[in-house]
């Protein structure tokens, strides 16, 4: 499904190059569940984010689903990130003036589905994510693990074929880390989605399949997760 070849990522200040992704070659398969991991500044969030098509890498070449991302025109790309990608952040970046059944609602509209098929897509979230007497409270009314499930749901009502997360759990206490970690599973092997997850935890890559461990923006070791159950 994705297909990096020798990505790099520098920017350029005054002549001198800072690296922030070298040599990056991998493939991810759909259906995989991968964990990026590494120290602060080793290049996981620009990873994942030349992933989810928002920043271009300065060289290499990035295939996702047969297209090549880094020649796709304008049009193309949107269409590509649209119907494909759902994107969790560490800070759950919910609209505050809205509600969680708004917040889940949003990206249907940028999709321009119906309004029927909105609201039942909706209220099929609210149920499956438990929320449903919570769907006319503000993000600020929730509590953390709360509206990173809304943040979760919201990706999910898109259909994604992939989800992307940056540290969804950084915010989180432990128990709470640990029922986002379960529907991440979930979400991977009862619905099919494709993961990446940016995590800090063993414990939370450990709900992976394989585990790229990334430092200096290099891929440093690639492991696959050895279940146990
Ligand atoms: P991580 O998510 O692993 O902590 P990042 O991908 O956020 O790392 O950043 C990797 C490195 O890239 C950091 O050293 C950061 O300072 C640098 N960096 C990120 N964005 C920019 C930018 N716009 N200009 C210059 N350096 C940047
Ligand atoms: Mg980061």
Do not use: C, W
């Not at 990873?47 to 295939?63: A, H």
């Not at 994604?160 to 709470?176: H, K, R, W, Y």
């Amino acid at each position: 499904m994705i297909a990096l070849k020798n990505i790099e990522k520098y920017y350029d200040t005054k002549g001198v190059k800072s690296y922030i992704l070298r040599h990056i070659t991998t493939t991810i398969k759909q259906g995989e569940f991968v964990s990026i991991m590494g120290p602060s500044g080793a290049g996981k969030s620009t990873l994942l984010n030349v992933l989810g098509m928002l920043e271009d890498p300065t060289y290499g070449q990035y295939e996702f689903m047969g297209a090549n991302v880094t020649s796709l025109n304008e049009r193309k790309r949107m269409d590509l990130y649209r119907n494909h990608f759902g994107f969790v952040f560490q800070a759950y970046h919910l609209i505050d003036e809205m509600t969680v059944a708004e917040n889940i609602e949003a990206p249907l509209l940028y999709k321009n589905v119906g309004s029927a098929e909105r609201k039942s897509r909706v209220a099929e979230m609210l149920d499956r994510f438990q929320m449903v007497a919570k769907k006319d409270l503000f993000p600020n009314q929730l509590s953390g693990g709360q509206q990173q499930l809304v943040g979760i749901a919201r990706a999910v009502v898109a259909q994604p074929t992939i989800i992307l997360a940056d540290e969804p759990t950084g915010n989180l206490q432990s128990i709470q880390a640990l029922q986002i970690m379960d529907l991440f599973k979930k979400l991977n092997q009862e619905d099919g989605i494709t993961i990446i997850q940016v995590t800090h935890s063993e414990a939370n890559a450990a709900y992976g399949s394989r585990i790229l461990h990334l430092l200096d923006g290099v891929i440093e070791e690639d492991v696959k997760v050895l279940t146990t159950s």
